[in-house]
T-cell receptor, first 110, second 109 residues
Framework: GEDVEQSLFLSVREGDSSVINCTYT??????LYWYKQEPGAGLQLLTY?????DMKQDQRLTVLLNKKDKHLSLRIADTQTGDSAIYFC??????????FGTGTRLQVFP | DTGVSQDPRHKITKRGQNVTFRCDPI?????LYWYRQTLGQGPEFLTY????????KSRLLSDRFSAERPKGSFSTLEIQRTEQGDSAMYLC???????FGPGTRLLVL
């Protein structure tokens, strides 16, 4: 079945870049997504990439997709304390429902 | 603000009681999805609607769960005879790109 895996935790210093990695199994995924969740809140859509692209940049966010290896990454440039949250990678299946990873907790320290 | 609202935001109930949650997407959202998120996990798909038609239900959606979207606008998710294992955050998402609401946190005592 479909599976999405992420590392559980990432700690970075304020001002550095953060790179959050994700692997997925469904090669037929149409879109791949990154969501951000702050404590007690819902999910905020950060960005998504179509499966025929290999890179997408949106301000401080850069998404890289390696479809051959089924590897997705999210790079946050100039990480700020407000970026501290849980980041979820998700793939969409052929019915467009999302399959989420377990999330990566990003902690930014001064 | 995604424009997707959920009500209530929090619900505490006793085991065995019935609960109902509501989701209001924006009017342009033909698709509406329900997910459940337990502590420390990512959201898991429950069911989704295309307008008023319920097109898919997860095996997680036992017969105690029912969802409706009668006029293709708002949706309700009902859990009958709640169990402690139902304690979770219930999330609604609207649109094909799936913009999420703030969720309803359920605690079953």
């Amino acid at each position: 079945g479909e599976d999405v895996e992420q590392s559980l935790f990432l700690s970075v210093r304020e001002g550095d870049s953060s790179v959050i990695n994700c692997t997925y199994t469904d090669s037929s995924s149409t879109y791949l997504y990154w969501y951000k969740q702050e404590p007690g809140a819902g999910l905020q859509l950060l960005t998504y990439i179509f499966s025929n692209m290999d890179m997408k940049q949106d301000q401080r966010l850069t998404v890289l997709l390696n479809k051959k290896d089924k590897h997705l990454s999210l790079r946050i440039a100039d990480t700020q304390t407000g970026d501290s949250a849980i980041y979820f990678c998700a793939e969409s299946d052929n019915t467009d429902k999302l399959i989420f990873g377990t999330g990566t907790r990003l902690q930014v320290f001064p | 603000d995604t424009g997707v609202s959920q009500d209530p935001r929090h619900k505490i109930t006793k085991r065995g009681q019935n609960v109902t949650f509501r989701c209001d997407p924006i009017s342009e959202h033909n698709r509406l999805y329900w997910y459940r998120q337990t502590l420390g996990q990512g959201p898991e798909f429950l069911t989704y609607f295309q307008n008023e038609a319920q097109l898919e239900k997860s095996r997680l959606l036992s017969d105690r769960f029912s969802a409706e979207r009668p006029k293709g606008s708002f949706s309700t998710l009902e859990i009958q005879r709640t169990e402690q294992g139902d304690s979770a955050m219930y999330l609604c998402a609207g649109g094909e790109t799936q913009y999420f609401g703030p969720g309803t946190r359920l605690l079953v005592l």
